[in-house]
């Protein structure tokens, strides 16, 4: 009976810890809600920007890569 309890508490124990960064806003609160979509919108531009810059760097490096294989099938 012990060993049941001590599971069940550690389960909803780790439980809290996994929603803690989360924010919740209520059913009708628009401002909450339109500042939650921006904020994610912000980081997920900021992530593809990066993505976007690192893709643009490499393009000359895939170019010589390219115009060596093409001048080996000559």
Same mark, same amino acid.
């Given at each position: ?6 599971? %069940?508490?550690?389960?909803? =124990?780790?439980? !809290? ?6 924010? +919740? ?7 909450? +809600?339109?500042?939650?979509? %921006?904020?994610?919108? +912000? ?6 920007? =990066?993505? =976007?810059? !690192? ?8 170019? +010589? ?10």
């Amino acid at each position: 009976m012990n060993k049941i309890l001590l599971i %069940v508490v550690l389960i909803f =124990g780790l439980n !809290s810890f996994v929603f803690a960064e989360e924010k +919740k806003c209520r059913t009708f609160d628009i401002a909450c +809600k339109t500042k939650n979509f %921006v904020n994610e919108t +912000k980081e997920f531009q900021k992530k593809k920007v =990066g993505d =976007g810059v !690192s893709q643009l760097k490499k393009i000359p490096e895939n170019l +010589k890569k390219k115009n060596n294989q093409l001048k080996q099938r000559k």
